[in-house]
């Protein structure tokens, strides 16, 4: 299947299930078959890399330099400032560090990792900085609730948010009661972390055995219940390349409206608005 993608609200497009890095690059004894899962999920046309300068301290994004070298230009490549480091001048400073730490010259998408001490409009201006300067194509947020949002897009420069990375899958659907359609509705894409709950998920009888019925693995039953959201983006995590293989087979999974039903049986919709949940 052709990698379905994505449109930011500048006009592209981006791939809809990437490759996730959070806790990838910690344990040196297993770097060459990380940066071979890596390698293979780009072969796949998952081109959309997240990283992050807490993974490890920088460890992930050391790790994803040695991945994509040579290959830069076909990644859409996204990481975060932490809070702490998300001030005017901190901002560009801790840039500067990742883009060092990946072998770069720029990042696609730069996120705001969670809220912190520093004012949004703080983070935004020196965001929309780092864009004059051709550090950064795009920013966004990642773990903002819907009230975050609407105060974000209240501030100078805040109409340019390009993405807002979340916690959803199957067991956290919180988001669908306000912040989902809320960002569909203004177009910006909602990025999904650990859309299969870190595995969690794969521990599930009844999901492994609906997936079982539609010849499917729960991983990719899991993965094309992300997928099949307007506006979504999954990053799962996966340090294998047979896992990442698997993982893209969720492009193939046909959702019908009884598969959806059954979902939600064994993963009920909110029923009424709930904070936003974290990892």
């Known amino acids: 299947m052709p990698m379905k993608t994505v449109r930011l609200p500048g006009g592209e497009d981006v791939p809809t299930l990437g490759l996730g890095t959070w806790m990838m690059g910690d344990d040196p004894g297993r770097r060459a078959e990380e940066i071979a ?3 293979r999920g780009l072969d796949l046309g998952m081109t959309l890399i997240d990283t992050a300068e807490m993974y490890g301290e920088g460890a992930s994004e050391r790790l994803v330099g040695e991945a994509i070298a040579g290959r830069r230009d076909e990644i859409f490549l996204v990481s975060k400032v932490y809070p702490h ?6 901002t560009v ?6 883009l060092k730490r990946l072998g770069t010259d720029r990042l696609d998408l730069y996120l705001l990792h969670w809220r912190g001490k520093y004012p949004l409009a703080e983070t935004v201006a020196a965001f929309e900085g780092l864009k004059s300067a051709g550090k950064i194509r795009h920013w966004g947020v990642s773990n903002l609730d819907a009230d975050d949002m609407e105060e974000l897009l209240a501030v100078p420069g805040g109409e340019a948010v390009a993405a807002n990375q979340v916690l959803y899958n199957l067991s956290r659907r919180g988001i669908e009661w306000d912040l989902l359609p809320a960002m569909q509705r203004r177009g910006v894409p909602v990025m999904a972390y650990s859309p299969v709950e870190q595995a969690r998920l794969l521990n599930n009888r009844q999901l492994l055995a609906l997936a079982a019925d539609h010849g499917v693995s729960g991983a990719q039953l899991a993965l094309a219940f992300v997928l099949d959201r307007d ?3 999954a990053i799962p995590k996966s340090g294998r390349a047979a896992h990442v293989e698997d993982n893209a087979g969720a492009l193939d ?3 019908t409206d009884e598969l ?3 979902l939600d049986g064994l993963f009920p919709p909110p029923r009424r608005a709930t904070s936003l ?3």
């Open 37 to 39: 899962a890596l390698r």
């Open 85 to 90: 480091n998300a001030s005017r001048e901190g």
């Open 93 to 98: 400073a801790a840039c500067e560090r990742s």
């Open 231 to 233: 506006g979504v983006i």
């Open 253 to 255: 999974v046909v959702m």
């Open 260 to 262: 959806r039903g059954a």
């Open 277 to 279: 949940e974290m990892i």
